[in-house]
């Protein structure tokens, strides 16, 4: 079964640094790979995707992925953070198989933005 | 991509009570998905609801707690019945359209008391 780990609850950056969130996702074949973010009090706006191709997957916002299959991994970066980026980050990948067509999340990054 | 219209955004209501969330897509789309979002949590699947199928719970959720209605390719509704303070979540509808894009509702806010 698909799933997906981030390790880190809460990252903590100063404005103007680079960024790095960090995500492993556990599936045999090519996934289906989202970040998403999440601001206090709103929904969820997609920041980008990777279904395949180039490994290196550009967002709004200044993000970008990295797809790394040998690591399992899809980490979402950004060379410098504003104080704007400071939400809830979470990273899901695409359920396949029969009926079954849902995202399944990991537990998310907190992200606070220091002045 | 579709867009979402979820009902309501927030309530506050008392134990024993239940409530009805609607979803209202723009477009008709087979897969809309129910997922719940406790207080700092990630987002868990509750259910899967294909029009033309009953719903498919995931482990830990029944039917009877959270009966789904699905009657057409572009409307839903979650019930969460017999209300607890254990039930304060975020409840997110979300459809998946041209193969896998994602959309989801603005969420729903229930505070039980």
């Known amino acids: 079964a698909q799933s997906v780990t981030q390790p880190d609850i809460h990252i903590t950056v100063s404005e103007g640094a680079s960024l790095e969130l960090r995500c492993n996702y556990s599936y045999g074949a090519t996934p289906y790979l989202f970040w998403y973010v999440q601001s206090p009090g709103q929904g969820l706006q997609l920041l980008l995707k990777?279904?395949?191709?180039?490994?290196l997957v550009q967002g709004i916002k200044g993000f970008e992925a990295e797809f790394k299959r040998s690591q399992s991994s899809f980490n979402l970066r950004k060379p410098s953070v504003h104080w704007s980026d400071a939400a809830e980050y979470f990273c899901?990948?695409?359920?396949?198989?029969?009926?079954?067509?849902?995202?399944?999340f990991g537990k998310g990054t907190k992200l606070s933005v220091k002045p | 991509s579709a867009v979402i219209s979820q009902k309501p955004s927030r309530d506050i209501c008392q134990r024993g009570t239940s409530l009805t969330i609607q979803c209202q897509v723009d477009?008709?789309?087979?897969?809309m998905f129910w997922y719940r979002q406790q207080p700092g949590q990630s987002l868990t699947l509750i259910a899967t609801a294909n029009q033309g199928s009953e719903a498919t719970y995931e482990s830990g959720f029944v039917i009877d707690k959270f009966p789904i209605s699905r009657p057409n390719l572009t409307f839903s509704t979650l019930t969460v019945s017999n209300m607890s303070p254990e039930d304060s979540s975020i409840y997110l509808c979300?459809?998946?359209?041209?193969?896998?894009?994602?959309?989801f509702g603005s969420g729903t806010r229930l505070t039980v008391v």
């Open positions: 979300s459809v998946r359209t041209g193969g896998y894009g994602y959309t």
């Open positions: 899901a990948v695409a359920r396949t198989g029969g009926s079954q067509g849902n995202l399944i």
């Open positions: 990777y279904f395949s191709g180039d490994t």
């Open positions: 477009s008709q789309v087979t897969m």
